[in-house]
């Protein structure tokens, strides 16, 4: 009998799996790394097992240690989230080798879908419409460059083992065509291990339609589409179901398209099959093309779950334990819309690099369903993915849907580690996606709106600095206030590196005025309450000197102790750091080497992506600090520039 399920992942799917497998009676059996020790999945499920170090090789890539683990807790099934080994065929045989189940598609679907080259050819056979382009073995750069020209520019190119955005590089003019290959071959090669790439028509006006289908092996069927066009640099951001203005017509054609193509590999479990679609002159049944299928479930599954009443991940482990097909086609249907945005410890100023940190708060409003795998208290590792949570949302129109996301994220808290908070929140309030007019370039046309950074906020630094001040949370006996005569206050607070003097004067019982430069603000106590200019304070958290004020999706402060010596150089202009943790994936320059703004001195590789380091001014290196493999920390000097006055 089956009563025992390993969950070979971590983070929030880790958690979203042990959630439905609980309600089905299953005993859960959770792995980790031993950076993972106390983390939320080890703490719900009801057995823990290390499995190596920090390092996904070491810990949740390692196949043999986690079946080894199944057998040692009794676990049957093992259920791979999505990520990691979730898509990888070999521990799939290795997993029915052991004679354990696997919670998903067969070796078979998964390895016929894993190259993209490949998976279009089975997909056209089946079919299937599929964007023209080149497939071919032949990788010569050259032969690629001819190809790309017969095609006609603009071209994308892309990984044949890739995802994620990983390995793909849009090409729109030939003189640009080597370096993108050549990118895409570097980033390809470090994410899969294989360098092939294929290259397809570029879509002008795109939109990423995905259809989420689930079968037993045999029959097939779909729970209708997800529109995950609002995406940058090929990383989803929302994801909405149903898409927006989908005729009928269409829906049908994509739904039909999306099952040929599981049954055509006798797919079991949950899946999505992409579509690009040409969104130019409205969605068309003749106007959308198969991208790829990811044969796992969706990090953006839960929309899918919301508009059917579904719980996917109870189908799949229901399917794989000998089930077949929980519900026929016509049995299926869509009620209201729903949302997702995801949340991540990113520094967007810096643009979107990925951060680390501990949670000091994090709370989520009523209203919304988040999927999380961090609590409050919690560290954001520099070893994997940065995400802190999906905020979910459903509602009866999309309208209604929407709003309610703007809502569920303005009134969402984060203390501890910058994030996209504010980001997600002008996305969801923007006009254009709130008409629907989504395609793939929304974000990158309305960048610079969408990550603006909002100008001051008084009545937010003046609570920062009443806290600061010890002045908050007096209670009701207004300590300190009794006052002979008016009393000043001086302090400094820094928001974003920016210094603020800050003066409190007191002006009677239970008053005072905060100032600084030229921003005032009347306070007052009410009860146990302060108001500030006539309004009440926001909800704050206070962790050693980080005080975080959750107003405009929040506001960090830093107190600065007055013994604290201004050092007042800032940081060293002939030093390129780097922005975050990660592995020095290769160093292009040399000492004495002269170089101009905007070089590329190195490349460095952080949570699975490449970034590359370019110079801020022109110059001559004085000094290469870091080789190629070197693991560094946050801030550390990585290229010196020669000093102008040397």
Known sequence: MIDTILIANRGEIACRVIESARKMGLRTVAVHSDVDAGSKHVALADMAVCIGQAAPAASYLRGDAIIAAAKDTGAQLIHPGYGFLSENPDFVDAVEAAGLTFVGPSAHAIRSMGLKDAAKKLMQEAGVPIVPGYMGEDQDPGHLEVEASGIGYPVLIKAVAGGGGKGMRLVEHPKDFIDALESAKSEARTAFGNDHVLIEKYIQKPRHIEVQVFGDGTKAVHLFERDCSLQRRHQKVIE????????????????????????????????????????????????????????????????????????????????????????????????????????????????????????????????????SGVRSGDEISPHYDPMIAKVIVHGPTRAVALRQLARGLRETHVAGTVTNLSFLGALAEHDGFGRGEVDTGLIARNLEALVEQPGANAQALAQAALIAAGLWDLGTQDAGFTLWQPLKRSLQLDEAGERRDITIEMRGQGECRVTCDDLSVQARRVGADWELDGKRGDAHAVSGDQITIFADYGRAYRVIDPLDRDTGGGADATLTLAPMPGRVVSVHVSAGQAVAEGDRLAVLEAMKMEHTMVAGRDGVIAEVLVADGDQVEAGAPLIRLEDDAE
């Open 240 to 371: 909405e179901a149903p898409a927006p203005d989908m005729p009928a017509d269409v829906r049908q054609a994509m739904g039909d398209a999306a099952v040929r193509a599981a049954e055509a590999i006798g797919y079991k479990g949950a899946g999505t099959v992409e579509f690009i679609v040409d969104g130019s002159d409205g969605l068309r049944a003749d106007g959308f093309w198969f991208m790829e299928m990811n044969t796992r479930l969706q990090v953006e599954h839960p929309v899918s779950e919301l508009i059917t009443g579904v719980d996917l991940v109870e189908w799949q482990i229901r399917v794989a334990s000998g089930e077949s097909l929980p519900a026929q086609q016509d049995e299926l249907s869509i009620t209201g819309h729903a949302f997702e945005a995801r949340l991540y410890a990113e520094d967007v100023p810096a643009g979107f690099l990925p951060a680390t940190g501990r949670l000091a708060h994090l709370a989520f409003p009523d209203g919304v369903r988040a999927d």
